[in-house]
């Protein structure tokens, strides 16, 4: 055996611990409008959850699960608060994860069922990902979790992936990451949800960014409460994310006082949300806090276009 050899097995052996410890997980994603459903098990029961990175930890639809009065924190979600009236321990199961004796919210979700016409067992947020990289793929339709056993770290990228096009450090608010974009040449903090149909943006940036968005108009929107409010709704140009600039997204201009008052952590501008995940594949590596993108090959035929019209989506991925 040559010293050259000899070097890259003892990499490959530095390297396999990493890799043998941790547990793995490919979920297909079924899709409620915009909103990403993963199947999940919690105790005996099997069905779909919402993946919801904006609500700080896992909550149970209470119309299909019963818990106990609880003295616990309340749970915050997008639009403020929510409030809390009861808990449960469950072992909960994402393919051939387990997450053992995890405590649990219960809240009512009946109005998201009713708007969607799927049965939701709950939502899964991103405090469960703590120990976890997400890879979230819309153009393969899957969600990828690689959860580290106790005292081990998760590879930063899988060495047979390219590169991601760009890496970019986040933080946490709450269980959500949030990163630094860039907007008329200004940086922002926001968030990156995966349970928001529309990207949100502070409604005190209007004015700044009226050269930046097209096709504004008032429109009824609905987050985790039941509650409907009247927002601005535009498409937003020349988003800058490290490397990438975006095609037009679709935005919700909103009152963010609610969020940052409510949940821990930076003072966010505004949230990614669905239109911006049609764009890329995103790698959450919540143990190093990088966010790798890689754009998908068909969001390179779909150009800026600045118009009044009616415009095209974003990306068109076949849904």
């Known amino acids: 055996m040559n010293a050259v050899t000899k070097s890259l097995l003892l990499c490959y052996l530095l ?46 639809n209470s119309a299909h699960f019963e818990g106990v009065i609880s003295k616990e924190k309340g749970v915050y979600g997008l639009n403020g608060r929510l409030s809390t009236a009861e808990t449960k321990r469950v072992n909960l199961s994402l393919g051939n994860i387990q997450w053992k004796n995890r405590l649990t919210y219960l809240l009512p979700l009946n109005h998201l069922e009713a708007a969607k016409g799927k049965e ?23 969600v990828e979790i690689e959860k580290a056993s106790s005292g081990e770290s998760t590879a930063s990228y899988d060495q047979h992936d390219l ?6 450090p986040f933080k946490l608010k709450g269980g ?8 008329n040449h200004m940086f922002f903090k926001f968030g990156m949800d995966t349970a928001c149909e529309y990207s949100l943006i502070s409604a005190k940036l209007l004015p700044f960014l009226e050269d930046l968005i097209f096709n504004k108009r008032e429109v009824n ?29 679709g935005i919700l201009f909103v009152d963010m006082g609610l969020i940052n008052q409510n949940i821990p952590g930076a003072k966010l501008d505004g949230i990614l949300g669905f239109d911006f995940l049609r764009q890329f594949k995103v790698a959450i590596n919540y143990h190093t806090r990088e966010i790798g993108l890689w754009r998908h090959p068909s969001a390179t035929k779909h150009p800026i276009l600045l118009t009044q019209e009616v415009s095209r989506d974003s990306i068109r991925l076949g849904y």
């Open 15 to 60: 390297l396999l611990p990493i890799f043998t410890t941790a547990q793995s997980a490919k979920l297909a994603i079924t899709l409620a409008d915009k909103l990403i459903l993963i199947e999940g098990k919690v105790d005996d029961r099997i069905g779909y959850f919402l993946l919801d990175l904006g609500v700080s930890d896992v909550i149970l």
């Open 120 to 142: 939701i067992l709950g939502l899964i947020g991103g405090a469960l990902f703590n120990k976890c990289k997400l890879l979230i793929d819309l153009s393969q339709m899957t």
């Open 163 to 168: 590169a991601p096009t760009s890496i970019l």
């Open 176 to 183: 959500m990451p949030w990163v630094e974009v860039r907007l």
């Open 221 to 249: 929107s609905r987050g985790v409460s039941a509650k409907i409010k009247q927002v601005t709704a535009a498409k937003l140009t020349q988003l800058e994310v490290g490397l990438l600039t975006c095609h037009p997204i």
